[in-house]
């Protein structure tokens, strides 16, 4: 049994929660929370963009801290879930690894680059494991993708197209400041950056456009270029200003016998268009947001387990995300292509 300690009780705090009691060989033994009245389980202030509201929660049996370092002591907890907001997710991280922890943290790694270097070094150093929540290959629509294009079912991958707009997310404050959330790329484009990364490597350059808010980009679009000449990847997010708006993401995949399709706004399944001119759409499990937080939590509780880190959520590979989102940053700014 991998016995769980969660840092930090919002929204994602919350999600995981619910999602360890879905799988079986891990328990929440612990939770550290600032907040009396969540620390206590009255967590009917907690809201999101997704999953059930926050009602109140039997926390029995579970120990419960307001100082992380207090929790750290714990010898009931193996691994530290890390759900603060993303500024603190280095220190949490580090305290929690020179701790004897293994570290599940919350994407995104960090904010900046060198942060989360830190953070895979010290991991490194102390043998322990940092998995970051990178969730997306965990949904049903990204996991067909990723198993058609590493598969080599349907010839190789010739690029694609990602999307992720949402609306102004007015209830998130600090959204746009750099040092607290990151901006558009860091808190909301960096799922694809991971995906882009996870399916195809890392690109030599990137070549971005978009509007910017103070100091970071609203909106943009980005051309990855790699060496392989062939490969045309492009990705486009951020936010608009009309509310109306839903969450919306979607890919266009581009393979040498089929194109693959997905679109949360317009409703799109996944659909397959085939060299021979069908239209197929495969049956997906249709599942609870929860469900899928429940799968990556499943991936989690292996690694720990066995001792190796994992595909989808190695550390490095989310720092390698982040250093996408900062040179799509820094070409923005400047107006030019970037090397990564």
Not at 227 to 246: E, F, H, K
Not at 322 to 331: C, G, K, N, P
Request: glycine share 8%; proline share 6%.
């Amino acid at each position: 049994m991998v016995r769980v300690g969660i840092v930090g009780i919002g929204f994602m705090g919350m999600i995981h929660y619910l999602a360890y009691q879905k799988i079986k060989g891990a328990k929440v033994t612990a939770i550290c929370e600032k907040i009396p009245e969540r620390l206590a389980g009255d967590w009917r202030s907690i809201k999101g963009n997704f999953g059930p509201p926050g009602r109140k929660m039997d926390l029995r049996g579970i120990a419960k801290y307001s100082d992380i370092a207090e929790l750290l002591k714990d010898p009931n907890v193996d691994m530290v879930d890390i759900c603060l907001p993303p500024a603190l997710h280095p220190e949490a991280t580090i305290a929690a690894l020179e701790a004897g922890k293994h570290v599940f943290c919350e994407k995104p790694i960090a904010l900046t680059v060198p942060a989360a270097d830190k953070m895979v070094k010290t991991a490194e150093k102390r043998g322990k494991l940092l998995l970051i929540g990178h969730v997306l290959p965990f949904f049903a629509a990204y996991r067909f993708a990723y198993e058609a294009v590493t598969s080599g079912k349907y010839g190789a991958c010739l690029g694609g197209h990602f999307n992720r707009v949402i609306s102004d997310p007015l209830w998130l404050k600090d959204f746009y400041d750099p040092n607290v959330c990151g901006g558009p790329a860091i808190d909301l484009h960096i799922h694809d950056a991971h995906f882009i990364r996870l399916l195809f490597g890392m690109p030599k350059a990137v070549q971005s456009v978009g509007r910017m808010r103070g100091e970071v980009p609203e909106y943009f679009s980005t051309q990855f270029l790699f060496d392989d000449p062939r490969l045309v990847v492009t990705a486009t997010s951020g936010v608009i200003m009309q509310q109306g708006r839903p969450f919306t993401n979607g890919y266009e995949i581009h393979l040498e016998k089929a194109t693959l399709v997905f679109d949360s706004w317009m409703n799109m399944p996944v659909t397959i268009l085939t060299e021979d001119g069908k239209v197929k759409r495969p049956k997906l499990p249709a599942r609870d947001p929860v469900d899928d937080f429940a799968a990556e939590l499943t991936e989690v509780v292996r690694c720990v387990k066995n001792g190796e880190t994992s595909t989808f959520l190695d550390g490095r590979l989310a720092r390698d995300a982040l250093v996408l989102a900062h040179r799509e940053i820094e070409s923005v700014k400047r107006r030019r292509a970037v090397k990564v």
